[in-house]
């Protein structure tokens, strides 16, 4: 196996395969690695829909080895160390591989053992999670076992995949009850530590008023620290001023858990990272700052935005056109704005699709007002979107 490739990809996850793809698409003789040990690809935004009885958890898995790219070695290992002073990775196999130019996009690292008890009870006791392809479907299960008494949903005090993710599901379970008669009987509760529910003001006025005709309560700066699943109580502590190191046991009918993350522990102990772990890249080029054959997208980026495969779609052409240049000894001209996106779901059939930049601007594609809830773009999640992932985006085509 060479052990150099002037191309080094890591992670085939959205950002990953969608710059191969893009890239081979402007030059087929590239010589491309992408690093990844998974035998699974995940379409992941569908998580939401599948937790919420309506999309079909089959449908968002694919073959890692059918998503690859024709023309792309991919190199079925994990790395586990970067020295790109030498630009080298180190893989798990213990061997190491050179390359000219670094694509580094592995992705979030979900970090569900800091939450003490979580993983015993994740998938039993009503205790939920659409954070992973394993436990989604359960998340529609304590929907069905849900009686009346209190449903509790949690974000945590750490940057997420999808920052709606935590609160989207809330909206559905609330609509989900009042389908079934429940809404009166239901005690819903959001516990988040953050310091507010969307960082858009535009798109926030509507998901308080989504809220207030569920008469759902919010609960922020607090952070999750214990659950115990068979007793149904979790453990928060305040984090905010007021608040600072209080406790509070709150008891649960169901719970939905969204885990603390971070990045992936080799980036975070690697000198590619900044102060928060992530990689440290220019937030226009997306050109590392120290390291100028290096470029990063993707959740693992240290760019100020939410993590999003819909901010991917926007960071990808970017990557792609400053890759070619610094091959070409050009000036970097791609430049991102921070475009990030959250098909907020606010019921069966309802959806608020906010699109913004770095400055919380928004960013509208349709020529209507996106805070208002829409049936068409719940139809755009629901059917478009997903078609457009598997046939379009990983093409390098969107
Ligand atoms: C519940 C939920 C709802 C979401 N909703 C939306 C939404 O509505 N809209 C939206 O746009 N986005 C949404 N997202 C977010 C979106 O899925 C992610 O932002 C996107 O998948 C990130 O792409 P990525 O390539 O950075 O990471 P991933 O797609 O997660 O891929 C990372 C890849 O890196 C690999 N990897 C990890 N570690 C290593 C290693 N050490 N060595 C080599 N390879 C490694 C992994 O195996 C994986 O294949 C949601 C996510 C979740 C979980």
Not at 10 to 32: E, H, P, T
């Amino acid at each position: 196996m060479p052990t150099h490739h002037q191309v080094v990809i890591i992670g085939g996850g959205n950002a990953g395969i969608s710059v191969a793809a893009k890239l081979l698409l402007k030059n087929k003789q590239l010589d491309i690695a992408i690093i990844d040990p998974a035998d699974k690809h995940y379409y992941q935004p569908a998580w939401t829909l599948v937790g919420s009885g309506v999309f079909d958890i089959k449908k968002t898995e694919r073959n890692e080895a059918d998503v690859m790219p024709n023309g792309v070695k991919w190199i079925k290992q994990k790395v586990t160390g970067l020295t790109p002073e030498t630009n080298k990775v180190q893989l798990d196999n213990r061997e190491e591989l050179s390359y000219d130019y670094l694509v580094v996009a592995p992705g979030i690292q979900i970090n569900w053992q800091e939450i003490k008890g979580l993983k015993e009870t994740l998938g039993k006791n009503n205790v939920c999670s659409n954070y992973s392809f394993e436990h989604a479907p359960y998340t529609f299960e304590c929907f069905k076992n849900f009686k009346g008494g209190k449903a509790i949903f949690h974000n945590p005090q750490t940057p997420v995949k999808c920052g709606g993710a935590p609160h989207k599901i809330m909206y559905m379970a609330a609509d989900y009850f009042r389908r079934h008669g429940l809404l009166d009987k239901a005690d819903i509760q959001y516990w988040s530590g953050a310091a507010k529910l969307f960082s858009v003001p535009k798109y926030e006025k509507t998901l308080l008023k989504v809220c207030e005709r569920a008469d759902i309560k919010l609960n922020f700066m607090v952070q999750l620290v214990e659950i115990d699943g068979p007793g149904k109580k979790a453990k928060f502590i305040g984090i905010g001023d007021t608040n600072k190191d209080k406790e509070f046991w709150v008891e649960f009918d169901m719970i939905h858990v969204t885990p603390p993350q971070s990045a992936p522990d080799f980036i975070r102990t690697s000198s590619l990272a900044n102060a928060a772990g992530w990689v440290d890249v220019d937030k226009h080029s997306l050109q590392h700052v120290k390291y100028a054959n290096v470029f990063s997208l993707g959740d693992a980026s240290g760019l100020p935005i939410s993590k999003t495969g819909a901010a991917i779609r926007k960071q990808a052409p970017v990557v792609v056109e400053n890759l070619l240049a610094a091959i070409h000894h050009q000036p970097l001209t791609g430049k991102y704005n921070g475009y990030t996106s959250c098909p907020l779901v606010t019921g069966y059939g309802k959806l608020v699709l906010a699109e913004f930049d770095y400055d919380n601007n928004p960013q509208e594609t349709f020529p209507f007002d996106q805070s208002k809830e829409r049936w068409s773009m719940y139809q755009l999640k629901k059917r478009i979107l997903p078609w457009l992932y598997w046939h379009k985006i990983l093409h390098g085509k969107m």
